[in-house]
């Protein structure tokens, strides 16, 4: 399976960005994390085949996923940007129905990730 991101750039802070994944077959999970300079990478957001969604508390309220099944494709809505947002995103795709959302080895697909600046 193949993930495509696209959607990153700079942005000021308090401005919104919305990010982009495609994939070249169906998962059931699909999720965004992200990576910022010598930090470990996180989870930020997924969603479920179903719908069910789930959210880091850090960007709760500002960050919103979406996904088209038909198109394979999963967004991210990041409104309110901050500097502290400022990473690169990657998407991430699995098809197991059990484990935790935000955990790596949850996965077994990867994009290649887009950067996202807030300044």
């Known amino acids: 399976v193949q993930l495509v991101e696209s959607g990153g750039g700079s942005v000021q802070a308090g401005g919104p960005l919305r990010l982009s994944c495609v994939a070249s077959?169906?998962?059931?999970?699909m999720a965004w994390f992200r990576q910022a300079p010598g930090k470990e990478r996180e989870g930020v957001a997924s969603?479920?085949?179903?719908?069910?969604?789930s959210y880091a508390d850090s960007v709760k309220g500002r960050f919103t996923v979406s996904r088209d099944i038909g198109t394979n494709t999963l967004y991210l809505q990041m409104d309110n940007l901050q500097p502290e947002d400022t990473a690169i995103y990657i998407c991430?795709?699995?098809?197991?129905?059990?484990?935790?959302?935000?955990?790596?080895?949850?996965?077994?697909?990867w994009g290649q990730g887009t950067q996202v600046t807030v300044s």
């Open positions: 991430a795709a699995d098809s197991r129905t059990s484990g935790l959302w935000y955990s790596e080895r949850r996965y077994t697909y």
């Open positions: 077959e169906y998962r059931y999970l």
């Open positions: 969603r479920y085949a179903d719908g069910h969604t």
